[in-house]
């Protein structure tokens, strides 16, 4: 089993940044690529942005293209989550997600493990 705990949301104003942390603990973590996705009230969870184990290959919507970066820690069982220029319409409820897998997946049915979810409101 694997536990993954979000940290890092919070109440910002648009043009500002956060940055999102997600811990995993648990069974021996190899090979697990690493996804977050959100979900806004009355909206369905959506991708955000994936990672691959090495970190060497990640993945994005093209909402959040540019603007998001997600990355892995040395240890490898911390991934980030770096939002900038946050913008009213990313305010949600943002998931990490978890799988063995040795390609990036991008379809939240795919995922294994799930965080508690962080919320993260941005103002206009």
């Known amino acids: 089993q694997v536990q993954l705990v979000e940290s890092g949301g919070g109440l910002v104003q648009a043009g500002r940044s956060l940055r999102l942390a997600c811990a995993a603990s648990?069974?021996?973590?190899?090979?697990?690529?690493m996804g977050w996705f959100r979900q806004a009230p009355g909206n369905e969870r959506e991708f955000v942005a994936a990672?691959?184990?090495?970190?060497?290959?990640?993945k994005y919507a093209d909402s959040v293209k540019g603007r998001f970066t997600t990355s892995r820690g040395n240890a490898k069982s911390t991934v980030y989550l770096q939002m900038n220029s946050l913008k009213p319409e990313d305010t949600a409820v943002y998931y990490c997600?978890?799988?063995?897998?040795?390609?990036?997946?991008?379809?939240?049915?795919?995922?294994?493990?799930w965080g508690q979810g962080t919320q993260v409101t941005v103002s206009s």
């Open positions: 648990g069974r021996t973590f190899s090979s697990y690529i």
């Open positions: 990672i691959s184990w090495t970190g060497g290959v990640t």
């Open positions: 997600a978890a799988r063995a897998s040795p390609v990036v997946l991008t379809t939240d049915s795919q995922y294994y493990y």
